[in-house]
């Protein structure tokens, strides 16, 4: 196992370095520079555009560059971005990258869930009005125009029902006088989203571990008390309503983005099932009488499930990508939406930083999956 | 109570068959038997005959295209055939287990081996705790030859032996009435076969546990049961106590079954196999359904169906007895 984590490690190394690469000379090869933002400025003295070309470095040649950016992305430093000066590169990363997180994971988590219980139903019973309508309505959002249908959600969600709000991370109206940051309320509604997902899981895992006649029905209540604290302490805290804002914003993206992507998860897990209802152990587990839906649930489903996990990494490497797109539609001012601002106003610093959180972040999702294969199927062992 | 003498399973006129797109296909035709506590009962025939189908009925875990037109199935005096589909999910198992056909991959090869027999404990209440259940199954190994620690196991850590011994156990897990083995070693070496057949024959008897073996190998059939019936086309066409039977069959069918696999102990002769191919289920030739591929076969024979005769203590249904010196109309 050490020896393949070493190997993973190296590997993953050679893929950043290889990402970081292409992204330096992709942007490289852009016309112009960030001074040439500059050039149009008559008030601008050429003089004044030299030394901000020399003061960002870029009047040293291509390769020199890429040396000096290259040295210090692996000594920690990713610079100053140049649009932002003057604030690191990291700090605005540290700003936004959280928010593009917890939009697709959120997203990806409910979609999951959602294409998993439906395909799993669908497979079960076959055939009917119900397999019909989800699969068509199911391929119909799969294949939908990702802009044109957020701003078709903005249209009749925001517009027309004005159940949320138009776009954006806050409502400024709501936050005006407030005496703490969007960050600071928002990094702790972050922590409080782990301590609850850490709490489920432990709370699942002492049922699993001590008590085997336990119905896992039981952890329901456990959970939702749990939640319930973590909601009551919010509203007594006096932000509450600051991060109620937050929610409200948050709504409309991801119900958009789990829209598009549940119908991949379901079909996925409908043709999955449909494979592992044939084998013998699924037959074998109703001849053994179990209820119907332990054998769904407990061998057919479970055994379907594996396939889907793999399948998992891509559609959230593919969503991160995809939101440049998402984010843009709904000015969420995440990860997707600077690096779109950095790439347009050639801010080559922010695209790097951008990039490689991108790489890391697909990366680290590969490694998780691995290791939840592991975890999933007894027959796979790492050497 | 029922009687010890009365038969702990008597199928009754039973008929199956199966909706495909090429019309209806009748696997099962009017297939009577008894079987006693404690014996075993053999059922030999070709692929497709109806062996399968009939386990899977006395299991009631039929596909949704198959429909059983006639017949009852008695288990202790109670049919089970109309019985609700929970009260026979709580029979499964319970009274009647099995060991399937492709033991390869009856177990899940996500859950260790130890977790799905204590999974049918569990289900049926066979055992109240968590540590009697894992007791009983270690019992269970020993009981078929694996080690106990092997619970622990995950399948693909079996081998092909060792996973049809899990098999095995499990189908004992919660003291079955009936255990139905649906080819139970066709998958093994033969070494391994012939092991693991001695094996559920000491069992069965030390369980005083009645057992229907499937099998194409009539030596498999011939080495561990008591009864046997031979089947063609959905039918029973001969059946009656197993040595008997093998000793002087009345049915060309079952000689010529015979005279297709080797005897290691008998006589040295060539093997004879059967000419023609299985018949075709959805279309019947008339009369004995055998005719096309029997030597004996006459006029008679390929417009009416023969009626049932005795032979000493075995019966068959054909129009020219092997042995017909011998036949007695019954």
Redo the contacts between chains.
Sequence with gaps: MTGYLVRRTGQMVLTLFLIITFTFFLVQAQPGDYASFYVLNPDLPPEVKDQIRAAFGLDKPAWQQYLIHLKNTFTGNLGVSFGNFPRPVLDVLVERVPRTLVLFLTATAVSFYIGFFLGKAMAWRRGGLFEYATTISGALLFTAFTPAFGLMMIWAFAFKLGWFPVGKFLDPLVWRGADVSANYVFGNMLLSAAAFIAFALLVMLCLKRFG??VPSVAAFPIVLGGALIIVAAWALSGIGGLALDIVKHMVLPVATLTLISFAGTMLLTRNSMLETIR???V?????????DK?VRD??AA??AMLPIVTSLVYSLIFAIDGSVIIESVFSWPGTGLTLLQAVRSEDLPLVMGAMLFIGMLSLLAHVIVDVLYVY????IRYQ | MTDRHDPLLKVDGLSLSYQTRLGEVQAVRNVSFELARGSALGLVGESGCGKTSIANCLMRLLPDNARLSAGRVLLDGQDILPLAEEDMRLLRWRRISMVFQAAMNVLDPVYRVGRQIIEAIETHGVESTDTAARERVARLFRMVGLDPQLMERYPHEFSGGMRQRAVIAMALSCDPDLMIADEPITALDVIVQDRILRELKAIQQQLDMSIIYISHDIAVVAEVTDVVGVMYAGRLVEMGDTSDVFRAPAHPYTAALMSSFPSVSGERRPLTGLPGEPPNLSDLPQGCPFHPRCAYATDVCRTQYPPQARYGSHWAVCWHPLDATMAVQS
């Design positions: 085997r006649r084998e013998d152990y037959m074998a587990a109703r001849a053994k009488g179990l209820p332990l407990r061998h479970r055994n999933l199927d007894p027959r």
